[in-house]
C-alpha cells in the first residue's frame, strides 16, 4: 500500500470524511533537502467532526488520525480541513 493510501485509510477511518483527498507531491520535491526524510503530502477533508471547531484544532484531529503514521515517512503535510458544505 502506498503511503497515500495509508494516509488516506488513517483519515477515513478515524473521521468518517464526506470528501477526501490525498495527493503524493513528492515527485515535485525530489532534490530537495527534505525529501530524503519521507513524502510531501496534500490533504483536503471534509467532514462533520471539524464543526464548530477553530483550524488549528481541525488541524490536530488530523495528525492525531495519522498517529505515527504521520512521523514516519512524511516530510510535509499540507492540511486543508472543512466541515461539510451547507448549500
Not at 488513517?10 to 519521507?38: C, K
Not at 513524502?39 to 490536530?60: D, N, T
Not at 488530523?62 to 510535509?76: E, F, I, N, S
Amino acid at each position: 500500500m502506498s503511503r497515500a493510501a495509508e494516509i488516506e485509510a488513517a483519515l477515513r477511518a478515524a473521521l468518517e470524511p464526506v470528501e477526501l483527498e490525498v495527493v503524493d507531491d513528492s515527485a515535485r520535491h525530489a532534490g530537495h533537502a527534505g525529501a530524503r526524510e519521507g513524502g510531501h503530502f496534500q490533504v483536503r477533508i471534509r467532514s462533520a467532526r471539524f464543526a464548530g471547531l477553530a483550524p488549528l484544532a481541525r488541524h490536530r484531529l488530523v495528525y492525531d488520525a495519522l498517529g505515527p503514521l504521520g512521523q514516519r515517512g512524511v516530510h510535509a503535510l499540507a492540511i486543508d480541513a472543512q466541515p461539510p458544505r451547507q448549500d
